[in-house]
Nanobody, 115 residues
Framework: QVHLVQSGGGLVQPGGSLRLSCAAS????????MGWYRQAPGKQRELVAN???????NYADSVRGRFTISRDNVWNRVYLQMNSLKPEDTAVYYC?????????WGQGTQVTVSG
């Protein structure tokens, strides 16, 4: 069974930084593309960044240059380093992967940029 357990997030002032972490189990982690998504109130869930098994990365235009996705294939974790945060980055962030055409999600973590 696939489990994605997230940590990190919280409240930060504009311009600040946060790091999200996601621990994966139930998959051969090193073979999977991992992604971070976010959903703001009243908006659809959107892809923030993903990282392939060969560590190629892809970013939404809105976060490119500010956010960095990375992975640790020893500890089966994926990270999202978020710098220069803006109020519009406020959302619930989700870690995600797919297995056998099914998409799995972490529990979500709130990121609030305010101050």
């Amino acid at each position: 069974q696939v489990h994605l357990v997230q940590s990190g997030g919280g409240l930060v002032q504009p311009g600040g930084s946060l790091r999200l972490s996601c621990a994966a189990s139930g998959i051969n982690f090193r073979l999977h593309t991992m992604g971070w998504y976010r959903q703001a109130p009243g908006k659809q869930r959107e892809l923030v960044a993903n990282i392939t098994s060969s560590s190629n990365t892809n970013y939404a235009d809105s976060v490119r240059g500010r956010f960095t996705i990375s992975r640790d294939n020893v500890w089966n974790r994926v990270y999202l380093q978020m710098n220069s945060l803006k109020p519009e980055d406020t959302a619930v962030y989700y870690c995600s992967t797919t297995r056998q055409s099914l998409q799995f999600w972490g529990q979500g973590t709130q990121v609030t940029v305010s101050g």
